[in-house]
């Protein structure tokens, strides 16, 4: 079992940078696949990026393909997901998610498919 805890969540004015950031519990982390989503109100939850659990494939959503970038270190059991020239469409509650995947080296881009989920934080972007 993996806990997650994101942060780095906050206000940020449109045009601007914010890293995220999603500290994991456990020894196995890098057995797992992880990913980003986020959520505004009255919303489904929406799928922004994934990654291996060797981090060598990534996969992004096509509206933030260019200014968001995933990237874990297995080594702190944190991922990472650097959002640059942000726009205020991007505000919302960003979730960090984790599926164990053994030895393969998938990633997932659908909410049903992750097993752990951290709390959120909340990311507000101003114009």
């Known amino acids: 079992q993996v806990q997650l805890v994101e942060s780095g969540g906050g206000l940020v004015q449109a045009g601007g940078s914010r890293r995220l950031s999603c500290a994991a519990s456990?020894?196995?982390?890098?057995?797992?696949?992880l990913a980003w989503f986020r959520q505004t109100p009255g919303k489904e939850r929406e799928f922004v990026a994934t990654?291996?659990?060797?981090?060598?494939?990534?996969y992004y959503a096509d509206s933030v393909k260019g200014r968001l970038t995933i990237s874990r270190d297995n080594a702190k059991n944190t991922v990472y997901l650097q959002m640059n020239r942000l726009q205020p469409e991007g505000t919302a509650v960003y979730y960090c998610?984790?599926?164990?995947?053994?030895?393969?080296?998938?990633?997932?881009?659908?909410?049903?498919?992750?097993?752990?989920w951290g709390q959120g934080t909340q990311v507000t972007v101003s114009s």
């Open positions: 456990g020894r196995t982390f890098n057995s797992y696949a």
């Open positions: 990654i291996s659990r060797s981090g060598v494939f990534t």
């Open positions: 998610a984790a599926h164990p995947t053994g030895y393969r080296d998938d990633y997932f881009t659908t909410p049903g498919t992750f097993d752990y």
